[in-house]
């Protein structure tokens, strides 16, 4: 706790003493306190002084390069997060580089809204500067600073400093497929890779979906719609920073109607006996699978001699009567017990269309073996 936090608590504390010796000294029968010390309690325990998390590293890089610098910040209430250029106070709603020798200097707010993002191209003129965050709420306020060094652009570049051999290029993927932004590192000694998206939100990698393989390569699990965007990916270490080529990832919904996989027509089984029929059908969106069986009813036609039909025989339809709920992509139906020849539909549906296949469960009567056979296969076994 800083001295901050820690005068706000003793204000708290004082302030809690003082209105319950007034209470104190109040007849009983008007003795109603207005406060509850659990609740101020409570409130005391919530409370959090801004605290930095991730504060921006020193940073060298060539000159006419990019920069990029984050910072992260926790407290409650949310605090209040700047960047400072040298001493120019830099925000999302005033960053212009103005004064400070910067071009396309911008700073963005981060998505899940705990941070900013520091992005300029390097100018000479900006080798030794000092780039600050500064974080404050009423309970605390925190620093962390972080120096520029700027590499000349004529000279070679240091020995060490990390090298993109290969950059990620240009990618489609589909919604729910995984995909692999390449990106392979060489640097002395080894870097940290981050992933920046759209030119400033790194890529949280604590996400299950996301994970680095090789030198630095990304690979993005049950890709969504979202995914979509422009992607580099950064390399650090105490050398330098370097900034790969930028790639767009575009993914696409790409539907199409169900298709119920290779399943065969005709089953045959024992009497009293049980089978499992499976059926999984393919499809996007994911179809919804399940059983059915047929059954008919008769319709019937109106009167001929009134509205002047050809007299016919009753029309059948079928009405289908469901046996298991719908599941994504594959159903099971257990038979047991089975006496009676039916014909089972599978059943598969999504937004682009339905689609049946029937099986028909045939109970076949095996012969059985009687002791006339085994008299007649013996003798035959045995010569």
Same mark, same amino acid.
């Given at each position: 706790?800083?001295?901050?936090?820690?005068?706000?608590?003793?204000? /708290?504390?004082?302030?809690?003493?003082?209105?319950? %010796?007034?209470?104190?000294?109040?007849?009983?029968?008007?003795?109603?306190?207005?406060?509850?010390?659990?609740?101020?309690?409570?409130?005391?325990?919530?409370?959090?002084?801004?605290?930095?998390?991730?504060?921006?590293?020193?940073?060298?890089? %060539?000159?006419?390069?990019? !920069? %990029?610098? /984050?910072?992260?910040?926790?407290?409650? +209430? =949310?605090?209040?997060?700047?960047?400072?250029?040298?001493?120019?106070?830099?925000?999302?709603?005033?960053?212009?580089?103005?004064?400070?020798?910067?071009?396309?200097?911008?700073?963005?707010?981060?998505?899940?809204?705990?941070?900013?993002?520091?992005?300029?191209?390097?100018?000479?003129?900006?080798?030794?500067?000092?780039?600050?965050?500064?974080?404050?709420?009423?309970?605390?306020?925190?620093?962390?600073?972080?120096?520029?060094?700027?590499?000349?652009?004529?000279?070679?570049?240091?020995?060490?400093?990390?090298?993109?051999?290969?950059?990620?290029?240009?990618?489609?993927?589909?919604?729910?497929?995984?995909?692999?932004?390449?990106?392979?590192?060489?640097?002395?000694?080894?870097?940290?890779?981050?992933?920046?998206?759209?030119?400033?939100?790194?890529?949280?990698?604590?996400?299950?979906?996301?994970?680095?393989?090789?030198?630095?390569?990304?690979?993005?699990?049950?890709?969504? =719609?979202?995914?979509?965007?422009?992607?580099?990916?950064?390399?650090?270490?105490?050398?330098?920073?370097?900034?790969?080529?930028?790639?767009?990832?575009?993914?696409?919904?790409?539907?199409?109607?169900?298709?119920?996989?290779?399943?065969?027509?005709?089953?045959?089984?024992?009497?009293?006996?049980?089978?499992?029929?499976?059926?999984?059908?393919?499809?996007?969106?994911?179809?919804?699978?399940?059983?059915?069986?047929?059954?008919?009813?008769?319709?019937?036609?109106?009167?001929?001699?009134? !509205?002047?039909?050809?007299?016919?025989?009753?029309?059948?339809?079928?009405?289908?009567?469901?046996?298991?709920?719908?599941? +994504?992509?594959?159903?099971?139906?257990?038979?047991?017990?089975?006496?009676?020849?039916?014909?089972?539909?599978?059943?598969?549906?999504?937004?682009?269309?339905?689609?049946?296949?029937?099986?028909? !469960?045939?109970?076949?009567?095996?012969?059985?073996?009687?002791?006339?056979?085994?008299?007649?296969?013996?003798?035959?076994?045995?010569?």
């Amino acid at each position: 706790m800083n001295s901050r936090h820690f005068g706000s608590v003793i204000a /708290f504390l004082i302030m809690v003493v003082t209105v319950d %010796i007034f209470v104190e000294l109040l007849p009983i029968s008007n003795a109603q306190p207005w406060f509850n010390v659990q609740i101020i309690q409570e409130y005391l325990n919530l409370t959090e002084p801004a605290r930095i998390i991730e504060g921006p590293q020193d940073t060298k890089a %060539i000159y006419g390069e990019d !920069v %990029i610098l /984050f910072c992260r910040a926790t407290g409650n +209430p =949310e605090p209040q997060i700047t960047f400072l250029w040298n001493s120019r106070e830099i925000s999302p709603t005033t960053s212009d580089g103005n004064g400070i020798g910067l071009s396309g200097l911008i700073v963005r707010t981060m998505t899940k809204g705990n941070g900013l993002t520091l992005r300029a191209k390097l100018q000479m003129s900006n080798n030794g500067d000092n780039v600050t965050c500064r974080v404050f709420n009423q309970f605390g306020t925190d620093s962390a600073k972080a120096r520029i060094t700027v590499y000349d652009a004529n000279e070679p570049p240091p020995k060490g400093l990390p090298k993109i051999t290969e950059n990620p290029t240009t990618t489609i993927g589909q919604v729910g497929d995984s995909t692999h932004l390449q990106c392979e590192v060489s640097a002395t000694p080894s870097a940290s890779v981050v992933w920046i998206k759209d030119n400033f939100f790194p890529i949280d990698l604590s996400d299950p979906r996301y994970r680095l393989i090789g030198s630095g390569s990304l690979v993005i699990e049950s890709l969504l =719609e979202e995914d979509s965007g422009v992607y580099e990916c950064m390399a650090r270490n105490i050398i330098g920073t370097t900034i790969s080529n930028a790639c767009h990832l575009n993914v696409r919904r790409i539907e199409f109607p169900p298709t119920i996989k290779e399943i065969p027509s005709q089953v045959f089984v024992s009497p009293g006996k049980g089978i499992n029929l499976t059926c999984k059908a393919s499809g996007f969106p994911l179809p919804m699978v399940w059983w059915a069986i047929a059954g008919s009813a008769p319709i019937v036609p109106p009167d001929s001699s009134k !509205v002047g039909f050809l007299p016919s025989s009753p029309i059948h339809y079928y009405a289908e009567r469901a046996l298991t709920e719908p599941q +994504p992509q594959q159903a099971t139906l257990r038979l047991t017990d089975i006496t009676d020849q039916l014909t089972y539909v599978c059943v598969a549906k999504n937004n682009l269309g339905i689609v049946r296949r029937n099986v028909s !469960v045939i109970v076949k009567l095996y012969p059985q073996l009687t002791l006339q056979f085994y008299r007649i296969l013996i003798p035959v076994v045995l010569a």
